[in-house]
Structures are given as C-alpha cells and as structure tokens.
Nanobody, 116 residues
C-alpha cells in the first residue's frame, strides 16, 4: 500500500502561482511513475502532468509552459509548480502513484481555485 497526502491548494488570482506537494509513504519502492490529475466540477478527471522513475516528464497541452512537475526521491515528495494560473485551472488536484505492476494509488485531493 502507498499513502499519498496532498497539500498547497488554495485561492489565488488569475496570473498568480501555487505550489502543490504530495507526500508518499508506505511501499513506495517499485513506483513506476507519479502524476497529478485534476477534476473540475461536472468534468472528468484529467491527467495534468507525469514524471517517471527516470525523471521523464509529460504535460497536458493546456498546462505546458506554465506548470512544472518534480520529485524529491530522497524525501518521497512530489511537487507541482503552477504559474500563470487561469480560472480554467480551477479544480480539485489529485496526486497519483502507479506501481510497476500497474496498481494506482490516489491522494484525497486538494482544491485549487483561481479567481478572475
């Protein structure tokens, strides 16, 4: 089992920045990749950014150039630096961990609200 706890959400004005963090604990050995997803009201959950165990990153087109995903392997932490935030970035953001065996674990989510 892997436990994930997100932090760092909040209310910010458009153009502002936030940094989300996710602390992983439990059986973190064998993690294939970690990701950030988000879900806005009335919409499906969508992938925002992914970072592999080798440090390769991938982003949704909507956040490229504005968001940066990173990991601190020593501290078992995952981060999402979000700059130039837009009202359409408003959502609950979830931390996700995928094991080498295809098992996914989820955090409880953290709310990000961007006002116009």
């Amino acid at each position: 089992q892997v436990q994930l706890v997100e932090a760092g959400g909040g209310l910010v004005q458009a153009g502002g920045s936030l940094r989300l963090s996710c602390e992983a604990s439990g059986r973190v050995f064998g993690t294939k990749a970690m990701s950030w997803y988000r879900q806005a009201p009335g919409k499906q959950r969508e992938l925002v950014a992914t970072i592999s165990s080798l440090g390769n990153t991938d982003y949704a087109d909507s956040v490229k150039g504005r968001f940066t995903i990173s990991r601190d392997y020593a501290k078992n932490m995952l981060y999402l630096q979000m700059n130039s935030l837009k009202p359409e970035d408003t959502a609950v953001y979830y931390c996700n961990s995928e094991t080498n065996w295809g098992v996914h674990y989820w955090g409880q989510g953290t709310q990000v609200t961007v006002s116009s």
